[in-house]
């Protein structure tokens, strides 16, 4: 099994910066890709960032261009590093992998609130 812990979110003012942590344990050898999900209140779960083995990351369209992201093999973390943050950026933020042979596994999340 793998679980995934995440860590970083809190208050931010617009225009502020922010960089969130997942750090995963388990069976971390079975993951495949990795990243980054996020759910405001009354929308769907959408895609931030996610990375695969090969080290190629694709981001989702409402943060593409305000977002670093990169994955840790040896400590079996990955971060994303969010810039130029609005109110439309207020989610609760989940670290996602896709787990070679199983099913994909979410942490619980992380809110991140972006005030005016």
């Known amino acids: 099994q793998v679980q995934l812990v995440e860590s970083g979110g809190g208050l931010v003012q617009a225009g502020g910066n922010l960089t969130l942590s997942c750090t995963a344990s388990?069976?971390?050898?079975?993951?495949?890709?990795i990243g980054w999900h996020r759910q405001a209140p009354g929308n769907q779960r959408e895609l931030v960032a996610l990375?695969?083995?090969?080290?190629?990351?694709n981001y989702g369209d409402s943060m593409k261009g305000r977002v670093a992201f990169w994955r840790d093999y040896r400590r079996d973390m990955v971060f994303l590093q969010m810039r130029d943050l609005n109110t439309e950026d207020t989610a609760v933020y989940y670290c996602?992998?896709?787990?070679?042979?199983?099913?994909?596994?979410w942490g619980q999340g992380t809110q991140v609130t972006v005030s005016s």
């Open positions: 996602y992998a896709d787990i070679r042979g199983g099913r994909g596994v």
């Open positions: 388990g069976s971390t050898y079975r993951i495949d890709a």
């Open positions: 990375i695969n083995r090969d080290g190629t990351p």
